[in-house]
């Protein structure tokens, strides 16, 4: 069973910059992509940004194009989010994850293994 740990998480200004990082394991598995989904309570699961394993074809929402950056280390089964301009807005908790199968990624029901989310705070 794949297994998705996130880190990087944690308080910044607004303006600032952090680096998420999630490590895909857990025998053996082919990624066809990974993903950054947010959440805050109350509210639906919101895509952020993923990219395709072959090819490295990366997607993006409108409210991050710009100041997110997805990138991945295949060898390492590793992407990272960097989130740089972060806006109070973008407090949530992220998800990262992960499908094996082609098709889209860009909507949660798009991917079958998640991580444990980790929480994104930006102070005013």
């Known amino acids: 069973q794949v297994q998705l740990v996130e880190s990087g998480g944690g308080l910044v200004q607004a303006g600032g910059s952090l680096r998420l990082s999630c490590t895909a394991s857990g025998g053996t598995f082919s990624i066809s992509g990974m993903g950054w989904f947010r959440q805050v309570p109350g509210k639906e699961r919101e895509f952020v940004t993923a990219i395709r394993w072959t090819g490295g074809r990366t997607y993006e929402s409108d409210s991050v194009k710009g100041r997110f950056t997805i990138s991945s280390d295949n060898a390492k089964n590793t992407i990272y989010l960097q989130m740089n301009s972060l806006k109070p807005e973008d407090t949530a908790v992220y998800y990262c994850?992960?499908?094996?199968?082609?098709?889209?990624?860009?909507?949660?029901?798009?991917?079958?293994?998640w991580g444990q989310g980790t929480q994104v705070t930006v102070s005013s």
């Open positions: 994850a992960l499908t094996q199968r082609i098709g889209g990624l860009t909507r949660a029901t798009d991917f079958a293994s």
